[in-house]
Structures are given as C-alpha cells and as structure tokens.
C-alpha cells in the first residue's frame, strides 16, 4: 500500500478530498481512488477490471480515458 499523503505532500492536494473514477465516474474519498502510473483515478472495482484486460484493450482503454481526463 503505497502512503498517499507523502505524494500529497508535494503536490498540494487537501488529503481528505473526494476524488471522482476516471473511469466510471463515481465519487469517492481520496483514500479508496488508486492513482495509476498513467496518472488516472480509479476506484477498486475499475482498477481490478482494468488490470483484468489483456494487455492491448488495456492499453486502448487506458488512452481513451487520459484522452477523457486531458
Ligand atoms: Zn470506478
């Protein structure tokens, strides 16, 4: 488990924000969205679909989303 408030120490975020899933959109408390190295918020459910894909539809659904987000 990787300690979110260190990164937020550096960037300036509030820690006990609401974070919405970049993937289905839901809202939920900074603690329970998962950063990704491609820089998405995901919740659990989204993040474990996501990691369920191969590799190719992966890669595709992880560029539409950054698409969506930038
Ligand atoms: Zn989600």
Redesign the pocket.
């Known amino acids: 488990m990787k300690a979110y408030d260190e990164t937020l120490d550096h960037i300036g975020i509030v820690t006990h924000q609401i974070v919405s899933?970049?993937?289905?959109?839901?809202m939920?408390p900074w603690g329970q969205i998962h950063r990704t190295d491609d820089g998405l918020y995901?919740?659990?459910?989204?993040?474990r679909y996501l990691e369920s894909l191969s590799e190719p539809i992966k890669g595709s659904v992880t560029e539409f989303l950054i698409g969506n987000v930038l």
């Not at 899933?21 to 839901?26: K, L, P, R, V, Y």
């Not at 995901?42 to 993040?47: M, N, T, Y």
């Open positions: 899933c970049d993937f289905c959109g839901a939920f995901l919740c659990s459910s989204c993040l």
